[in-house]
């Protein structure tokens, strides 16, 4: 059951019961092909679609193709794809955590990082991925009474039936199990790697492999390819004028990116061809060169 509801001028918000719900939705009407749909977000049970006025005519009819989906066929919640998180469990709460449930630091980690978590929502900073949900003996332990002023980038952390991942540095109230020595946004760039839908899987490393991997590690490469493409393509998508071609230099990640882009051609030229050869044949229409 869907309830579609107007939100402002150029968007409709649809709630559904469940997180699968909202999940097959939003990518049934990514898949659909309707047209006027600009984005999908998806968060917890619901998921808003954002429409392009100029190619909305008629909302009324727009808004039952949007109906329509909810009895259609999406992708299973199930078939996301799996984000693999080297985390150090050194976390200033991760003996406060193992008191609270009367566990040892071990078996937190063991059950921290014994299962998969749907990413539900990302927010709070950007690419703050909210997801979960935690085991049983893990989940209830409320939010710090007194929120600390600096959590370090990368911290690993958990809170009521939750864990997610700072982005940043920023204050917050989660209880810090870890870190990650991975950067898991490029805010300069605008790209996010972790979307709602995504499975974050977190394999513990020893801290000796956290400090070597932090000064130099990125993004595992194999999840970072579908955005790398979502990015080019929007930016080859922009381009003003034809026959034009533009040099930009962007950061993805840790990896500089030298992008070209004229009327028919859209070059890549990053040492992440040269690091990671076989990634080369991965991403359709874009030729990666050595710098």
Same mark, same amino acid.
């Given at each position: 059951?869907?309830?579609?509801?107007?939100?402002?001028?150029?968007?409709?918000?649809?709630?559904? %019961?469940? !997180?699968?719900?909202?999940?097959?939705?939003?990518?049934?009407?990514?898949?659909?092909?309707?047209?006027?749909?600009?984005?999908?977000?998806?968060? *917890?049970?619901?998921?808003?679609?954002?429409?392009?006025?100029?190619?909305?005519?008629?909302?009324? /009819?727009?808004?039952?193709? &949007?109906?329509? &989906?909810?009895?259609?066929?999406?992708?299973? &919640?199930?078939?996301?794809?799996?984000?693999?998180?080297?985390?150090? *469990?050194?976390?200033?709460?991760?003996?406060?955590?193992?008191?609270?449930?009367?566990?040892?630091?071990?078996?937190?980690? /063991?059950?921290?990082?014994?299962?998969?978590? =749907?990413?539900?929502?990302?927010?709070?900073? +950007?690419?703050? +991925?909210?997801?979960?949900?935690?085991?049983?003996?893990?989940?209830?332990?409320?939010?710090?009474?007194?929120? =600390?002023?600096?959590?370090?980038?990368?911290?690993?952390?958990?809170?009521?039936?939750?864990?997610?991942?700072?982005?940043?540095?920023?204050?917050?109230?989660?209880?810090?199990?870890?870190?990650?020595?991975?950067?898991?946004?490029?805010? !300069?760039?605008?790209?996010?790697?972790?979307?709602?839908?995504?499975?974050?899987? #977190?394999?513990?490393?020893?801290?000796?492999? #956290? !400090?070597?991997?932090?000064? =130099?590690?990125?993004?595992?490469?194999?999840?970072?390819?579908?955005?790398?493409?979502?990015?080019?393509?929007?930016?080859?998508?922009?381009?003003?004028?034809?026959? *034009?071609?533009?040099?930009?230099?962007?950061?993805?990640?840790?990896?500089?990116?030298?992008?070209?882009?004229?009327?028919?051609?859209? !070059?890549?030229?990053?040492?992440?061809?040269?690091?990671?050869?076989?990634? %080369?044949?991965?991403? %359709?229409?874009?030729?990666?060169?050595?710098?």
């Amino acid at each position: 059951m869907i309830d579609l509801q107007p939100l402002g001028d150029r968007a409709f918000l649809a709630s559904f %019961k469940t !997180e699968a719900e909202a999940a097959r939705w939003a990518g049934a009407v990514r898949a659909s092909g309707l047209p006027g749909v600009l984005d999908v977000s998806l968060a *917890y049970a619901s998921a808003a679609v954002y429409a392009d006025p100029d190619r909305v005519k008629d909302w009324d /009819a727009w808004a039952r193709s &949007l109906r329509i &989906l909810a009895d259609g066929e999406g992708p299973d &919640l199930a078939s996301g794809r799996v984000l693999r998180i080297p985390v150090w *469990y050194g976390g200033d709460d991760l003996g406060e955590v193992a008191r609270a449930i009367g566990a040892t630091e071990a078996e937190v980690v /063991a059950l921290h990082s014994g299962q998969d978590y =749907r990413v539900f929502a990302v927010g709070f900073q +950007p690419g703050f +991925p909210y997801a979960g949900y935690l085991p049983e003996r893990l989940s209830g332990i409320p939010r710090r009474s007194s929120p =600390r002023a600096r959590v370090p980038a990368g911290s690993v952390a958990i809170a009521g039936r939750q864990t997610g991942i700072y982005p940043g540095e920023s204050p917050g109230g989660w209880h810090l199990l870890g870190r990650t020595p991975c950067r898991v946004v490029d805010v !300069e760039a605008g790209v996010f790697p972790i979307e709602p839908g995504d499975l974050l899987r #977190f394999e513990p490393i020893a801290r000796e492999a #956290f !400090e070597e991997r932090r000064n =130099r590690d990125v993004w595992p490469v194999e999840a970072s390819l579908g955005r790398l493409e979502k990015f080019c393509s929007r930016t080859l998508d922009d381009r003003s004028t034809a026959g *034009y071609r533009r040099k930009r230099k962007v950061q993805f990640l840790d990896f500089p990116l030298h992008l070209y882009s004229s009327r028919d051609k859209f !070059e890549v030229s990053s040492p992440l061809a040269q690091r990671h050869p076989a990634i %080369k044949p991965q991403i %359709k229409n874009l030729r990666f060169t050595p710098r």
